[in-house]
Every structure is written in C-alpha cells, then in structure tokens.
C-alpha cells in the first residue's frame, strides 16, 4: 500500500486500510513504516483521535529529526491485554544506539491500540519510565 499527500491539504491519502488484523499486526506495521520512514503510512495508521493530535507535517518532522538522532538496534513487543470492546495494550522494548554518544539504551513504550472503522489503529503510544530511586 502507498500513500501519497493529498495536493491541497498536505495530509495523506491511502486507498487500503491498514492491513492489521490483530492489534500486533497493526504495531508491527506501524513500527516497519517509522523505521523505513514512511511517515505518511504511519500516520494512517493512527486512530483519528491521534491523528487530531498533530499534523501530518509535525508528525513527518519529529519522527524525521528522531531517526536522524539514533538508531534501534532491537526492537520487540508483547500482547498485555485485549477487550472484547475492541482496544488491546502492547508493550514495545527497543534498543536505541545514539548516534552522537555510541551509548544504548533500552526504551519502553506502551502502545493503546483500537478498533476504528473495522481496523486496529495505534491510539496512543506512552513511554514507561523506569521508577526513580
């Protein structure tokens, strides 16, 4: 599937729905969209009360300017929970090398996940911090 910006209002179209059929699926493909910057793609993917969030422009440039910083030298996730309703939560782990320090770290981030027009949409993505001592 391709997606292009519209001419008039800079957002991006698409002529398929995500093809996700579990709330895993959807993640992945979310995940192998901003890796491979196709950040029109990934914008698609998120459920519209996300997409109200930001602009497709400022959703391109902070994800453009993040994969210029470093680089995610691993990267799973793992099902914590599903409704019936129709929402699910993952919980993603990356390994993240800066490019500036050669330092890694490991990041976590808690994907909520919805069912929107048939299809799972990434809903909201939180980092988990680590507990302070």
Request: aromatic share 6%; proline share 5%.
């Amino acid at each position: 599937t391709s997606s292009t910006p519209s001419a008039t209002s800079g957002t991006p179209t698409t002529t398929s729905s995500p093809t996700g059929e579990t709330a895993s699926q959807v993640v992945d493909e979310y995940l192998r969209s901003l890796s491979t910057a196709d950040y029109d793609r990934a914008y698609l993917l998120q459920a519209k009360q996300a997409r109200d969030q930001i602009s497709v422009e400022d959703f391109r440039e902070i994800n453009r300017l993040a994969r210029e910083k470093m680089s995610i030298a691993s990267q799973s996730w793992e099902l914590i929970s599903e409704t019936p309703s129709g929402s699910a939560m993952l919980v993603e782990t990356n390994i993240i090398t800066s490019y500036q320090t050669g330092n890694s770290v490991t990041k976590r981030a808690l994907y909520t996940v919805v069912r929107e027009d048939g299809a799972w949409r990434v809903d909201r993505v939180e980092e988990i911090r680590p507990p302070t001592p």
